[in-house]
């Protein structure tokens, strides 16, 4: 134990806290991964109870039709990983996670993205083996419209990159941009 620590020991102090700054980047990554995770359980919190049970057949060919779509958009990516359990025929009780929550997701993208209103459908409808198999003919509908698949496949631009590249008019005076630092400027900061 160091020195300081048995110090403040004895003399009954807690011990110092670390420092804010001290995070490492596998800090930050955890409580990253926290922070998702805590969203996905948040939706699927909000999975609806069905009418009556699921029959894992329905779920399961929902789950197929939402990764055809998703790889049409995105080659490299699946959206649902998800094995209906053997033996089982029927689920009593809401939506597994690994499904409704990229469903959700999905239609969260799709009301961001203009004229394409007619292909979102509420996640708390998914109440019925019905509304599963209109959500995979949704999926199929939704992987032959080209716009739309377009429409998602481009990163959204915004004004934050032209103004990234525009210079204040301190930077325009004096000809540098902050990080074209003086060896005179570098000293000082290094003497601080």
Request: aromatic content about 6%; hydrophobic content about 40%; glycine content about 6%.
């Given at each position: 134990m160091p020195q300081e620590e048995q110090m403040q020991q004895e003399q009954g102090m807690p011990p110092a806290a670390p420092s804010p700054g001290g995070a490492t980047p596998d800090d930050v990554m955890a409580a990253e991964d926290q922070?998702?995770?805590?969203?996905?359980?948040?939706?699927?919190?909000?999975?609806?109870?069905?009418?009556k049970p699921y029959t894992y057949k329905a779920i399961?060919?929902?789950?197929?039709?939402?990764?055809?779509?998703?790889?049409?958009?995105?080659?490299?990516?699946?959206?649902a990983e998800y094995n209906p359990p053997e033996g089982e025929k029927k689920l009593d009780g809401p939506l597994p996670a690994e499904v409704y929550v990229p469903f959700?997701?999905?239609?969260?993208?799709?009301?961001?993205?203009?004229?394409?209103e007619k292909y979102i459908m509420k996640p708390e409808d998914?109440?019925?083996?019905?509304?599963?198999?209109?959500?995979a003919a949704n999926f199929k509908r939704m992987g032959k419209d080209k716009k739309l698949l377009e429409a998602l496949q481009t990163p959204v631009e915004g004004p934050a990159e032209e103004e990234e590249a525009e210079m204040s008019e301190a930077e325009m005076e004096?000809?540098?941009?902050?990080?074209?630092?003086?060896?005179e400027?570098?000293?000082i900061m290094n003497m601080m």
């Open positions: 922070q998702r995770q805590a969203q996905i359980e948040q939706i699927a919190a909000t999975a609806p109870v069905p009418d399961d060919k929902f789950a197929d039709a939402m990764n055809d779509f998703v790889g049409k958009v995105e080659p490299e990516m699946q959206a959700a997701v999905i239609m969260g993208f799709i009301s961001q993205v203009e004229g394409f998914l109440v019925s083996d019905t509304a599963l198999s209109k959500g004096t000809g540098r941009m902050p990080d074209d630092v003086s060896p400027d570098e000293e």
